[in-house]
C-alpha cells in the first residue's frame, strides 16, 4: 500500500469516527429540572446526575447512571468489604469444624503463655521473698540494707508489674479471640449452610 493510500485511509477512518461521534446526542436534566439533549456531551456539573447517550435515530446506546450518594458509597464499601471479610474466611476454613479446631488451638497457645508468664510472675515474686528475707536480716542485725540489695529488690517489682501488664493484655487477647471465632463461625456457617 503506498503512503498517498495510507493517509487517505486514515482520513476516511478519522472522518467515519468525527461522524460516529457527532451522530450521538446526549439526554440529562440541567438545573432548572429541563431535560437537554445536546451534541456536544454533558457539561461538568451534570454528569454527577447520570445522562443517556442516544444514536442518530434517538434510541438510548447507554445509560450513565447518576454518582452514588455518601450513604450509598458507604453501603458499597461496607458491601465490598464484607465480601472480601467472606472470601478470607472461606479460604481459611472449609467447614465450622475447621473454625472450631483453629479456635481450640489458638486459645490453647494464649494460656499456654499466660502459663509461662504466671510461672515467670512466680519465680519473681520468690526471688523477692529470699532478698527481702536477706534485706529483714541486716536490718535486724542493726546494719544498713546494701544498695545493691533495694535495687535488685526494686527491679523485681518492676519486672513483676510489666509480667502483670503482659498477662492482662494475653487475658484481653484471649477474650478477643473467643468473641472473634464465635464470629467467624457464624458467618462460614451462613456462608456455607452448616450448623453446629
Known amino acids: 500500500m503506498r503512503?498517498?493510500?495510507?493517509?487517505?485511509?486514515l482520513l476516511m477512518c478519522g472522518l467515519l469516527v468525527s461522524v460516529a461521534a457527532q451522530a450521538e446526542l446526549y439526554r440529562y436534566v440541567d438545573?432548572?429540572?429541563?431535560?437537554?439533549?445536546?451534541?456536544?456531551?454533558?457539561?461538568?456539573?451534570?454528569?454527577?446526575?447520570?445522562?443517556?447517550?442516544?444514536?442518530?435515530?434517538?434510541?438510548?446506546?447507554r445509560v450513565i447512571p447518576p454518582a452514588p450518594t455518601p450513604e450509598e458509597r458507604q453501603r458499597l464499601l461496607e458491601a465490598k468489604a464484607r465480601a472480601n471479610s467472606d472470601a478470607q474466611l472461606l479460604?481459611?476454613?472449609?467447614?465450622?469444624?475447621?473454625?472450631e479446631r483453629a479456635k481450640a488451638r489458638k486459645l490453647s497457645e494464649l494460656d499456654s503463655v499466660i502459663g509461662v508468664t504466671r510461672g515467670n510472675l512466680q519465680s519473681l515474686r520468690t526471688q523477692q521473698a529470699n532478698l527481702q528475707?536477706?534485706?529483714?536480716?541486716?536490718?535486724?542485725?542493726?546494719?544498713?540494707?546494701?544498695?545493691?540489695?533495694?535495687?535488685?529488690?526494686?527491679n523485681l517489682r518492676k519486672e513483676q508489674a510489666s509480667l502483670r501488664r503482659d498477662i492482662e493484655r494475653y487475658n484481653q487477647a484471649r477474650k478477643q479471640a473467643e468473641a472473634s471465632f464465635v464470629r467467624e463461625h457464624q458467618r462460614v456457617g451462613e456462608l456455607l449452610g452448616q450448623s453446629r
Open 3 to 9: 503512503v498517498g493510500s495510507r493517509v487517505r485511509v
Open 31 to 61: 438545573d432548572k429540572g429541563v431535560v437537554v439533549l445536546n451534541r456536544q456531551g454533558v457539561p461538568p456539573q451534570h454528569i454527577g446526575k447520570g445522562y443517556e447517550v442516544l444514536n442518530d435515530q434517538g434510541r438510548v446506546t
Open 91 to 99: 479460604r481459611l476454613y472449609a467447614s465450622v469444624k475447621d473454625v
Open 133 to 154: 528475707s536477706q534485706a529483714a536480716g541486716h536490718e535486724r542485725a542493726g546494719r544498713e540494707v546494701p544498695e545493691q540489695l533495694l535495687t535488685q529488690i526494686d
